[in-house]
């Protein structure tokens, strides 16, 4: 009786050097993210514990007793409440002010044909999501301090600024322009590449019989381009609805001084300034779960509604 391929025994292949290199290669990462993703969820505990002001906080953590008044401590306090409403207020601005400016400049990039001009304009664009916030917001904080004279020379020239009277951009009052300028600098490069990867998969053929039936290029980025990259655009959309709460810490803390903290205070510094500076552990991990848990509930209900709109969703 001969063997088919179907009753055959399957052998398995003896594992060799560049086996063993793949295993401890991907345990290494797998304990990576077990110690440092996985193990600290327990802290998420004491957001139900009395550890505020603890010196031992791992005796408080499995020691203490359940409570809920860390929760009842903060949704009576204030200053959460105000800067919740700053969080909400500044994220919404961000998403429509920087949510497009990569989509915007993928459809732009992709209408210079020469590779050499796209190559130098993406490096330059690109540049600045390489630098770290500290170092990007000191230098955007020093090219707008008027002793410096970096921009004010060209506000004058607006006839925005004078030299008897100049500007000065660190108050309060221009800490969302200057803050929606600097994300769109640092972010609009990065951002656009995961929409330029769409684009490029997109078939040539397309275009090509666009053009043949006579449609500019307007026609062909309207009716060919973002038809099909649009379930990109949702999902970016959806991740970003569901971050209306979050905040890179070092992007604002960096800009806080005593002129401005009414304004630039958000979540995040408010979590590192009552976790780290006032002890507050258990109100700040507290904050950090119900800030998560909005976050959850924001990304369900958008791709809910994105699903019965568009038919377009993550899951």
């Given amino acids: 009786m001969s063997e088919t391929p179907n009753n055959k025994m399957i052998k398995r292949e003896k594992w060799n050097k560049t086996h063993v290199q ?4 991907a345990s290494v990462s797998v304990v990576f993210l077990f110690v440092f993703a996985y193990i600290p969820m327990m802290g998420v505990m004491l957001a139900f514990k009395d550890a505020d002001k603890a010196i031992n906080i791992f005796k ?3 020691l203490s007793q359940w409570t809920l008044d860390n929760f009842a401590t903060l949704f009576s306090d204030d200053t959460f409440w105000r800067v919740f409403e700053n969080t909400l207020y500044i994220n919404v601005l961000l998403l429509i002010f920087t949510f497009p400016t990569p989509i915007i400049f993928a459809l732009l990039m992709n209408e210079v044909k020469s590779l050499r001009i796209k190559k130098g304009i993406q490096t330059v664009v690109n540049f600045p999501h390489l630098i770290s916030w500290v170092i990007f917001g000191g230098i955007i904080l020093t090219i707008t301090d008027p002793k410096m004279n970096v921009i004010h020379p060209i506000l004058e020239f607006l006839r925005i600024s004078t030299k008897e009277n100049p500007i000065n951009l660190n108050l309060a009052q ?4 200057k803050l929606i300028i600097a994300t769109i600098i640092k972010s609009t490069g990065w951002g656009s590449i995961i929409y330029m990867a769409a684009i490029y998969g997109i078939d040539p053929s397309l275009y090509e019989a666009a053009v043949i039936d006579g449609a500019g290029r307007w026609s062909r980025m309207w009716r060919i381009t973002l038809p099909l990259i649009k379930p990109t655009i949702i999902i970016f959309l959806l991740l970003n609805i569901s971050n209306l709460l979050n905040n890179s ?3 604002f803390y960096v800009f806080q001084t005593t002129q401005n903290l009414d304004t630039t205070r958000v979540l995040a510094t408010y979590i590192y300034t009552q976790g780290f500076r006032y002890r507050n552990y258990s109100t700040a991990t507290a904050l950090s779960l119900f800030e998560g848990i909005i976050s959850v509930i924001l990304l369900l209900s958008g791709n809910f509604f994105s ?9």
């Avoid at 793949?22 to 290669?25: F, G």
């Avoid at 699903?307 to 899951?315: A, C, L, P, V």
């Fill in 174 to 177: 221009y800490f969302y322009p």
């Fill in 60 to 62: 408080s953590l499995f």
């Fill in 22 to 25: 793949l295993m401890v290669m």
């Fill in 249 to 251: 810490f070092e992007q």
């Fill in 307 to 315: 699903k019965k709109i568009t038919g377009e969703g993550i899951f």
